[in-house]
């Protein structure tokens, strides 16, 4: 997920784009967005390895200000969680043959090696 918010131009360092192989130093300042949320962090330490959440939020500040704060409340209810909607998607079995009757018979749908 991060990697793809780097390559939508939905993380920002320092006001500028970052890519996703970017090294992190303390005292950096992210800008984040997302479907759901803005804000902003600065980091105040490094981690070697992955760790829990709560001890994550000990290695950066919150700066996110009042104003971005408050719209992330109103937008609380509706953040979006990544799941795709019930019954969208990939077609299913009957649909797929219905989808082949009309295409003539074709598998549009098998795997290519």
Known sequence: MATAACDENKVKLNGSNVKPAKNVNIGDKYDIRTEGRKWTIEVTGLIEKRVSYEE????????????????????????????RLSKTGRPDKKQRRDLGDILGGEDIFSEVD
């Not at 996110?64 to 969680?81: A, C, M, W």
């Open 56 to 83: 994550a939020i000990k290695h950066y500040t919150d700066l996110t200000s009042d104003e971005d704060k408050e719209h992330n409340k109103r937008l609380g209810t509706s953040f979006y969680t990544g799941k």
